[in-house]
């Protein structure tokens, strides 16, 4: 016979007697009805505790002050003038490898940014980077930084598409890239690209072509440029899928 809704259903056991086999409540059972009326409780608790308590808010100050001053082109400045024999990187060279102090990186920096403004790259002007993770990658990023110019890295595995999207979207005057590869695939887009106005390889010598254009700029100059730039300016335009 079938129980009405709500109603407990009783079984009898082979032994004799009856239990209580699956009862409900108002189509719960019971340890259902029991987690419910338990949450009930805690929430009146919680919202009552509340009620009672009173918020306070609390600042303390800053263990290191901000820093409103500068830009990123500032570290290698620092680090190549208060602890220039230090290693900063080491970079393949001939199958070997060759430790790069702070010094020798700020130097490169210095010369790689001079070549950008001798190239006419202004501040605030986006120059993309296309290269696998290498000290010239790095290289590059600072130097964009120190000219004044808004780095935009672009996969070194990316499609055409994709790279005619992203120097496109992004407005870039100049591609730095690291292979022919690279170069071909930013080749098969370049018509559509109006704003962008250079393009270096990296493995075809593009940075020391720079590097030799740069000798005209004076570090007086490239410091006036490297002031332009404010901790409030775009620092890096980064695409990611």
């Not at 001798?118 to 590059?140: D, H, N, P, Q």
């Not at 870039?172 to 022919?180: G, H, K, Q, Y």
């Not at 020391?208 to 004076?218: M, W």
């Amino acid at each position: 016979m079938a129980a009405a809704p709500g109603a407990g259903v009783r079984y009898h056991s082979a032994l004799g007697g009856s239990t209580l086999g699956h009862c409900r409540l108002g189509g719960r059972t019971r340890q259902q009805a029991r987690a419910s009326n338990h949450r009930a409780r805690s929430r009146t608790h919680i919202n009552q505790v509340s009620k009672d308590v009173a918020l306070k808010k609390i600042t303390v100050p800053p263990l290191v002050a901000p820093q409103v001053a500068g830009n990123l082109s500032d570290l290698p400045v620092r680090n190549g003038s208060t602890r220039p024999h230090d290693v900063a990187f080491s970079r393949s060279s001939s199958g070997t490898w060759v430790d790069v102090t702070n010094a020798e990186f700020l130097a490169d920096v210095q010369a790689l940014a001079k070549g950008l403004m001798a190239a006419g790259i202004g501040v605030g002007e986006r120059v993309a980077i296309m290269s696998k993770t290498r000290y010239e990658w790095t290289l590059v990023d600072f130097a964009v930084w120190t000219a004044g110019a808004v780095p935009v890295p672009i996969y070194e595995t990316s499609s055409a598409e994709q790279v005619g999207w992203i120097v496109g979207d992004a407005g870039c005057a100049a591609v730095i890239l690291e292979t022919p590869t690279h170069a071909r695939i930013l080749n098969a887009v370049r018509a559509d690209q109006p704003e962008l106005r250079h393009v270096w390889q990296i493995d075809a010598g593009g940075l020391d072509e720079l590097k030799v254009a740069g000798l005209e700029i004076t570090d007086e100059a490239l410091e006036i440029r490297r002031g332009q730039v404010s901790r409030t300016d775009v620092a890096t335009i980064i695409y990611t899928s």
